[in-house]
């Protein structure tokens, strides 16, 4: 299965484009961030404590960029907040999305060229190999959100996460968007997951939307 993370970046791809721009969308990294500290909180390993990241079980997901950015949690010198994890994690974003990028291709999903830069500079470039898996994840949220079909906390939570990096407009047409937007407002209002995992979906939600404000403003 994949993780939140490799989700939220999949439907981050532009469709019809031929290779993947890491830097279409400034509000990306924060989001991606905040489908970090998600999904190793929906995994029993975070908790939040007055908008703080408290670890609960320091144990080893199996998955290698998560596991790092728990170690680093782990090993801080304090307690911090949501917002400087958001901020933490985004700057370090040039890093981790190259694993990300890696092991999407090892599942086959992304493919890696080599190219140049400016003609001169060697780089990796990465391609759509397979968007079947995109294509899947965004008909699940559309159904969701469109259709009514009964959503979890990973579908919550992706929602939350791609409104908050203002992506919508990668998973819902033009014409939708009004009635999606409207719909995901009330679902996130009244949608029975559990108490305390919607609170966390909302905080983490509402901390990524405000240090995206506050770094991309102006």
Known sequence: MLTLV??????????????????????????????VLLELVLAGHLKLEKKRVVVVDPTATGQEMLDRLLERIERAEKVY?????????????????????????????????????????????????????????????????LTGEKADERAI???????????????????????AKKHLRLMLATEEVGAVVMETIEEIESATAAVILTTTAG
């Open 6 to 35: 490799e989700e939220l970046f999949l439907l981050s791809i532009i469709d019809g484009k031929d290779e993947v721009n890491f830097n279409h969308n400034e509000h990306l990294p924060y989001a991606l961030a905040g489908a």
């Open 157 to 179: 939570g992706l929602l939350s996460l791609a409104r908050a990096g203002d992506m919508l407009d990668h998973i819902f047409t033009k014409d939708e968007m009004a009635t």
């Open 81 to 145: 907040k949501l917002n400087h994890w958001i901020s933490e994690f985004a700057f370090s974003n040039k890093k981790w999305r190259s694993w990300m990028a890696d092991l999407l291709v090892r599942r086959g999903i992304l493919a890696s060229c080599e190219k140049t830069f400016l003609w001169v500079i060697p780089c990796t470039a990465y391609i759509e190999r397979d968007a079947s898996a995109k294509y899947h994840i965004k008909n699940h949220l559309r159904a969701v959100v």
